[in-house]
């Protein structure tokens, strides 16, 4: 197998000595790397890496990053392995020569019209794209380090937490377009404002090459906050409005997807997407408007999203069967903001089924917009479900503000509502898991889904 990583590629990357081994691949995870990965000892929350060199190693490493315990052989030696790996991303950045980059930020939809983009450009020409959400300081150094120097296309997703941390990932990942999916509410703790998130986000331009293009949402309400910040930078806009490049003019929503009719750059195409709902069919314009931006064949992209499904986590929907019958889960465990559990509700809401159910968690980094942001999603809650259950403490209020007809059980946490949630549910039933991350839901997900369960994903 041709090498990822050279050794004297790894050396001029990180300006350390020659290791004296090739790589295949890059990993940061000594649990799922493959044989020939380069394991970077990272120290991160949940641990440090070089405690784990010696398994990486066993498993089949080439070798292992390492800023410590450098005793071992097949080592390369850096001041300081994130330092070291975000080196790799911008030596794999620059060799990159040929490959356009897009780089995709937003409150709601970055993963999602990432993997619209993979599948549409996976269409027309090589194309990379990390395998999940890595889109933090690791992150998106290690989707760059990843990049087969003979890709076309790479689609780098980029998020933040706090302010002033899009702006440099942005540097590094170089784009030629740049695409802002929605501004919305979510991260509002630790930003503070709505016209915070807006310019966070916008910082998305100060990494776009000379000449890129900027992607921006038509329907925002801070569409003239982003426009500003784009400066000399070329606009495209996607959504409803009739300024839009990238027009949605309609969207009829069943149960298993959308039909979507489009006005591109003055010529009608329509789409049969395999999600339903509006929020999907808006990813889906962005998703195109960057195609458009890059001057490609956007019927022959559009085409090929036909065969996209959503992801596990957000959005995707499993059959699964239970005593005396099966029941339909809407697994949107990854994250939560109100304006996706308002989207999610509205899937849900599309689904034939005897009762739909609604697992929430705790929505987090609100801060003193948290206990409004809870409240503000009642009255979508009520109109979708039949039966709701919640978790958390901020989760609280909503449950006791629900009608006794649909109020199911409050939890402390995920790990106690999973059972209860799996002994309520019936044949017939649709059930929705949501919340952030930090809530745990996919222990409900799992408790849904484990054995004996049969699992069949619905695309």
Same mark, same amino acid.
Request: proline fraction near 5%; aromatic fraction near 2%.
């Given at each position: 197998?041709?090498?990822?990583?050279?050794? @004297?590629?790894?050396?001029?990357?990180?300006?350390?000595?020659?290791?004296?081994?090739?790589?295949?691949?890059?990993?940061?995870?000594?649990?799922?790397?493959?044989?020939?990965?380069?394991?970077?000892?990272?120290?991160?929350?949940?641990?440090?890496?070089?405690?784990?060199?010696?398994?990486?190693?066993?498993?089949?490493?080439?070798?292992? $990053?390492?800023?410590?315990?450098?005793?071992?052989?097949?080592?390369?030696? %850096?001041?300081?392995?994130?330092?070291?790996?975000?080196?790799?991303?911008?030596?794999?950045?620059?060799?990159?020569?040929?490959?356009?980059?897009?780089?995709?930020?937003?409150? %709601?939809?970055?993963?999602?019209?990432?993997?619209?983009?993979?599948? $549409?450009?996976?269409?027309?020409?090589?194309?990379?794209?990390?395998?999940?959400?890595?889109?933090?300081?690791?992150?998106?150094?290690?989707?760059?380090?990843?990049?087969?120097?003979?890709?076309?296309?790479?689609? !780098?997703?980029?998020?933040?937490?706090?302010?002033?941390?899009?702006?440099?990932?942005?540097?590094?990942?170089?784009?030629?377009?740049?695409? !802002?999916?929605?501004?919305?509410?979510?991260?509002?703790?630790?930003?503070? /404002?709505?016209?915070?998130?807006? +310019?966070?986000?916008?910082? #998305? *331009?100060?990494?776009?090459?000379?000449?890129?293009?900027? %992607?921006?949402?038509?329907?925002?309400?801070?569409?003239?906050?982003?426009?500003?910040?784009?400066?000399?930078?070329?606009? *495209?806009?996607?959504?409803? +409005?009739? @300024?839009?490049?990238?027009?949605?003019?309609? &969207?009829?929503?069943?149960?298993?997807?959308?039909?979507?009719?489009?006005?591109?750059?003055?010529?009608?195409?329509?789409?049969?997407?395999?999600?339903?709902?509006?929020?999907?069919?808006?990813?889906?314009?962005?998703?195109?408007? &960057?195609?458009? =931006?890059?001057?490609?064949?956007?019927?022959?992209?559009?085409?090929?999203? =036909?065969?996209?499904?959503?992801?596990?986590?957000?959005?995707?929907?499993?059959?699964?069967?239970?005593?005396?019958?099966?029941?339909?889960?809407?697994?949107?465990?990854?994250?939560?903001?109100?304006?996706? #559990?308002?989207?999610?509700?509205?899937?849900? =809401?599309?689904?034939?089924?005897?009762?739909?159910?609604?697992?929430?968690?705790?929505?987090?980094?609100?801060?003193?917009?948290?206990?409004?942001?809870? /409240?503000?999603?009642? /009255?979508?809650?009520?109109?979708?479900?039949?039966?709701?259950?919640? &978790?958390?403490?901020?989760?609280?209020?909503?449950?006791?503000?629900?009608?006794?007809?649909?109020?199911? #059980?409050?939890?402390?946490?995920?790990?106690?509502?999973?059972?209860?949630?799996?002994?309520?549910?019936?044949?017939?039933?649709?059930?929705?898991?949501?919340?952030?991350?930090? /809530?745990?839901?996919?222990?409900?997900?799992?408790?849904?889904?484990?054995?004996?369960?049969?699992?069949?994903? #619905?695309?």
């Amino acid at each position: 197998m041709t090498p990822l990583w050279t050794s @004297a590629d790894l050396a001029a990357a990180t300006g350390a000595p020659l290791p004296g081994f090739d790589a295949t691949g890059v990993s940061i995870d000594s649990r799922t790397l493959a044989p020939g990965d380069l394991f970077v000892a990272l120290i991160g929350e949940n641990g440090d890496g070089h405690a784990h060199v010696g398994a990486a190693l066993a498993r089949g490493a080439a070798g292992a $990053m390492v800023h410590r315990d450098a005793s071992r052989d097949r080592l390369l030696r %850096v001041a300081d392995t994130l330092g070291g790996l975000q080196a790799l991303g911008r030596f794999a950045r620059a060799r990159a020569t040929a490959a356009r980059v897009i780089a995709v930020t937003g409150s %709601v939809g970055k993963t999602t019209t990432k993997e619209m983009l993979r599948t $549409m450009l996976g269409a027309l020409a090589p194309t990379h794209a990390a395998a999940a959400s890595y889109n933090n300081q690791w992150g998106v150094p290690l989707t760059l380090a990843r990049m087969p120097r003979e890709a076309s296309f790479a689609i !780098i997703e980029i998020g933040m937490n706090h302010a002033g941390e899009i702006a440099p990932l942005s540097r590094l990942a170089a784009p030629h377009v740049a695409v !802002i999916t929605a501004i919305e509410r979510a991260h509002i703790g630790h930003l503070g /404002s709505i016209e915070a998130i807006a +310019d966070e986000k916008a910082a #998305v *331009v100060t990494g776009l090459l000379p000449g890129g293009t900027v %992607v921006l949402p038509a329907d925002s309400p801070l569409l003239g906050r982003l426009r500003a910040r784009a400066g000399t930078a070329r606009v *495209v806009l996607f959504g409803t +409005d009739a @300024a839009a490049d990238v027009r949605l003019l309609e &969207c009829t929503a069943d149960a298993d997807g959308s039909a979507i009719a489009a006005r591109i750059g003055g010529e009608d195409v329509r789409i049969r997407l395999g999600a339903p709902g509006t929020h999907m069919a808006m990813n889906a314009m962005a998703a195109l408007a &960057c195609v458009h =931006a890059l001057g490609l064949d956007v019927r022959r992209a559009a085409t090929a999203l =036909a065969g996209f499904a959503p992801m596990r986590g957000r959005g995707a929907r499993q059959r699964l069967a239970i005593a005396g019958g099966e029941i339909l889960l809407l697994d949107e465990s990854y994250n939560a903001s109100a304006a996706s #559990v308002r989207a999610a509700l509205q899937v849900l =809401a599309l689904q034939p089924a005897a009762r739909r159910v609604a697992v929430l968690g705790d929505m987090l980094e609100l801060g003193d917009e948290a206990e409004r942001e809870h /409240s503000a999603i009642a /009255s979508s809650v009520v109109s979708a479900a039949d039966m709701v259950f919640t &978790c958390g403490p901020l989760m609280r209020g909503l449950h006791d503000s629900l009608p006794d007809r649909i109020r199911g #059980v409050h939890a402390d946490d995920s790990a106690t509502l999973a059972p209860i949630v799996v002994a309520a549910l019936r044949p017939g039933d649709a059930v929705l898991v949501k919340g952030s991350l930090g /809530s745990r839901m996919i222990r409900v997900v799992q408790a849904l889904t484990a054995p004996p369960n049969a699992v069949e994903q #619905v695309r």
